[in-house]
């Protein structure tokens, strides 16, 4: 079994076995990042260029440690100190930056699909890192690595993603794979945040949180995107987070055991009480130290000769 | 890197085409007498551990251990080394090889590590697996234990312990099938 794909774009074409193959290959990763000399040299000679286009310290960061901790050259490219305020366009600058043999652009940007544009136009590989409100691969599968570190078994697995589903990649690239994997993936936020038609991927739709969290293994914060609080998803942050925060109290309705994950950052005190994020159930510190050992096995199955 | 290849044999023989070069009975006399070796040479078990690379040489590691455990009354530590991420030849291939993990529960350093593979061929492993190692720590040693060497050297590299010197065509394969990948314990060369 080996990744036959030039692109890591999204979530939903990828079967089980690949998302699997991906896990078990992170698995031997996490060990090396255990270690005392923490880099192996798999990818000597090879380049990766991170294309950020949208602000990002984690993703950014999470790539470029796994990038050099396989001994690959890493670019940092940010549109502010670029020729893109100048007017270039995605697919311009990409061939530039791949006429300078990458071999694989990380990219992040703000519109959807914009990966997918990117992978069309050059050779290189191209990874997602997140595009506009579409998806966001490679966080979704350190969400699933954190959750089978856990030995929870994604089969018949409650998971419940709370919060901003509207405008999350993040709930978009989980859901496909958590319910291709044969969990069962709830949904709750207010209505005006849960998108139309997100029951045909498979999820089950919630308004109240309670009811969402009953029985659930898994609890699956969003960050609430203040940033957006101008277009009135909710009327008061207060308001919102009485009713879709993340409480003490709340986890005591999911199975005993359930961890609570964030893809970060959080909004303490709004989505998540300061008491939950710093619980013995939360696993959002596991979430980031796995990030580096799950984009370690991205980038090596990504990085097959062209 | 053919030796690698070569040694991953999941498929069940057609018999008819084997060539057998060493029974059961040939192995484990193979396995006694390395065992005796590596203490001869090392004056007992102080400070020695033995480390196999993945995965035929995991489980002959597995068995000298229990082999030494009977001659010395000791359980001596013992790892497992996959070299996947140190081949030589990663840049050439379009897909990438699956990973297995690496478990070494020891600190190396200041240790006599015996490596333990199942067949010698080209030497391409040993230096993966040396390179492996030596990120993991400073041994005090590195030693080599092998059941089979088939000749073929592409790197100045030589075994410290030798179950049997095979002389074969570099178009030959040799297999070692052992029992605990659900095979009869024999070592065999298969004409291509």
Avoid: C
Wanted: proline share 4%; no cysteine; hydrophobic share 40%.
């Amino acid at each position: 079994m080996s990744l036959k794909r030039k692109d890591l774009l999204s979530l939903a074409p990828l079967s089980a076995e690949e998302i699997t193959l991906i896990l078990e290959t992170a698995d031997s990763f996490k060990e090396v990042t255990g270690r005392e000399i923490k880099k192996v040299p798999a990818l000597r000679g090879r380049t990766v260029v991170n294309l950020f286009f949208e602000p990002s310290t984690r993703t950014r960061t999470s790539f470029e440690l796994a990038a050099k901790r396989l001994s690959a050259d890493v670019i940092n490219f940010s549109p502010s100190a670029s020729s893109v305020v100048k007017g270039e366009t995605l697919l311009d600058t990409a061939r530039n930056i791949e006429a300078m043999q990458a071999d694989i652009i990380v990219l992040r940007h703000s519109s959807a699909g914009a990966a997918e544009t990117l992978a069309r136009g050059v050779k290189s590989s191209v990874i997602n890192a997140g595009d506009g409100w579409h998806e966001h691969p490679t966080q979704a599968l350190l969400d699933l690595y954190t959750i089978r570190e856990r030995r929870l078994s994604f089969e018949g697995l409650r998971v419940a993603i709370v919060g901003d589903v509207s405008h999350s990649r993040v709930a978009r690239s989980n859901i496909h794979a958590l319910t291709k994997l044969g969990a069962e993936v709830r949904v709750v936020g207010p209505p005006t945040m849960i998108p139309m038609g997100v029951d045909k991927l498979g999820a089950k739709v919630f308004y109240n949180l309670d009811e969402a969290l009953r029985g659930v293994q898994v609890i699956m914060m969003l960050r609430l995107q203040l940033e957006r609080q101008g277009r009135a998803l909710f009327p008061t942050i207060r308001e919102y987070a009485r009713l879709y925060g993340l409480t003490s109290d709340r986890v005591k309705l999911a199975e005993p055991g359930a961890i609570v994950m964030h893809p970060g950052p959080i909004n303490r005190g709004v989505e998540i009480a300061p008491e939950v994020a710093d619980s013995l159930s939360s696993v959002i510190l596991d979430q980031v130290a796995n990030g580096v050992a799950v984009r370690m096995g991205i980038l090596y199955l990504m990085s097959g000769a062209n | 890197m053919p030796e690698i290849s070569m040694k991953s044999s999941p498929q069940q023989h057609d018999r008819q085409q084997e060539k057998v070069v060493m029974e059961s009975t040939d192995i484990a006399r193979a396995m006694t007498r390395i065992a005796h070796e590596i203490l001869e040479r090392n004056k007992g078990v102080k400070d020695l551990a033995l480390i196999g690379i993945r995965t035929g040489g995991v489980h002959l590691a597995h068995r000298l251990v229990r082999r030494i455990h009977d001659i010395e009354g000791v359980t001596v530590p013992i790892g497992e080394l996959d070299i996947t991420l140190y081949r030589d030849d990663l840049a050439l291939r379009k897909e990438q090889p699956v990973l297995r993990k690496t478990s070494v529960p020891f600190d190396i350093s200041g240790k006599i590590i015996v490596l333990v593979d199942d067949v010698l061929f080209t030497g391409r492993t040993i230096r993966a697996a040396m390179d492996g190692l030596i990120d993991l720590g400073r041994p005090a040693e590195i030693q080599l234990a092998v059941l089979v060497d088939r000749g073929h050297r592409q790197l100045p590299i030589k075994a410290t312990y030798v179950g049997k010197n095979i002389p074969t065509s570099r178009e030959e394969q040799v297999h070692v099938l052992l029992e605990e990948s659900g095979e009869d314990d024999r070592v065999v060369i298969l004409k291509s």
